[in-house]
């Protein structure tokens, strides 16, 4: 085997380090587009069919077409996330005992929560996944 000699051999590990760093994987989002926000899951506690208590679990992103809005809400995240803790758990004991979640009740409480958090409407309310354990 030959040995590289001179600046070949200075050069070749940062040729193949770019090439490494330009082939490493971007960080994508987790859904939707660039008007899309991704909240951190909601948990509510509800009570079950059988009187125990539960933890209803509510996936929720924002659509937000409006740039200037969708920055205000960006900086807002912590208290559109409490503003929808809130409303959750207002609504949450409202749920009779084992009858499943009613998503629309959700999303327009939520969606009341956004108006007034935000100051305005534009943001549209998208729910993800609703589990009741």
């Given at each position: 085997m030959?040995?590289?000699?001179?600046?070949?051999?200075?050069?070749?590990?940062?040729?193949?380090?770019?090439?490494?760093?330009?082939?490493?994987?971007t960080?994508?989002?987790?859904?939707?587009?660039?008007?899309?926000?991704?909240?951190?899951?909601?948990?509510?506690?509800?009570?079950?069919?059988?009187?125990?208590?539960?933890?209803?679990?509510v996936?929720?992103?924002?659509?937000i077409?409006?740039?200037?809005?969708?920055?205000?809400?960006?900086?807002?995240?912590?208290?559109?996330r409490?503003?929808?803790?809130?409303?959750?758990?207002?609504?949450?004991?409202?749920?009779?005992?084992?009858?499943?979640?009613?998503?629309?009740?959700?999303?327009?409480?939520?969606?009341?929560?956004?108006?007034?958090?935000l100051?305005?409407?534009?943001?549209?309310?998208?729910?993800?996944t609703?589990?009741?354990?």
């Open positions: 030959k040995k590289i000699a001179g600046p070949l051999a200075l050069a070749l590990p940062l040729l193949l380090a770019a090439s490494l760093a330009s082939a490493a994987p960080e994508k989002k987790k859904g939707g587009g660039d008007s899309f926000i991704q909240l951190p899951t909601l948990t509510a506690t509800i009570v079950r069919g059988n009187g125990r208590r539960g933890v209803l679990t996936d929720v992103g924002l659509d077409p409006d740039a200037t809005l969708r920055q205000r809400a960006s900086i807002s995240i912590p208290i559109l409490d503003a929808f803790t809130q409303s959750l758990s207002i609504y949450a004991p409202s749920v009779a005992a084992g009858a499943p979640p009613k998503p629309d009740l959700i999303a327009d409480e939520l969606q009341r929560a956004t108006d007034r958090t100051g305005r409407p534009g943001a549209q309310v998208l729910l993800g609703i589990l009741e354990n």
